[in-house]
């Protein structure tokens, strides 16, 4: 199942992030229909050029409520930011068990 997103979304779908941010989620051992997303364009004071925050997305865990703002745009790297948060704990622990790396039959003692 895909990760709810809604408000300003088609900027994040056209430059793949909302797939990089669900690839996160699945290697972490999270699942996705515990995320939601949602998408506001930035309204920046100041000169604006190409390189400075376009949205935000803010991230939520439903199951915990647990949520926290990125801003998206070029060298924002949102989804590597939300992926250090995860990794750290701050939305709690995986909820898919991970194989693990040893194979059956080592562990089996075969």
């Known amino acids: 199942m895909a990760v709810h997103a809604e408000g300003y ?16 989620l ?3 051992g999270y699942r996705h ?11 920046l004071a100041g000169p604006v050029d190409g390189w400075t925050a376009s949205y935000t997305v803010c991230v939520t865990d439903l ?20 992926a250090a948060d995860l990794a750290r704990g701050f939305f ?5 068990v ?8 080592a562990r089996a003692g075969g």
């Open 9 to 24: 979304c088609r900027i994040m779908e056209q430059l793949g992030e909302k797939q990089d941010f669900e690839s996160e």
């Open 26 to 28: 699945s290697r972490l």
């Open 33 to 43: 229909e515990d995320f939601s997303l949602t998408v506001r364009r930035a309204h």
């Open 63 to 82: 199951r915990t409520s647990a949520s926290n703002v990125y801003w998206g745009g070029p060298r924002m790297h949102w989804v590597a930011q939300f």
């Open 92 to 96: 709690g622990e995986p909820r898919i």
């Open 98 to 105: 991970r194989a693990s790396p040893t194979p059956w039959r």
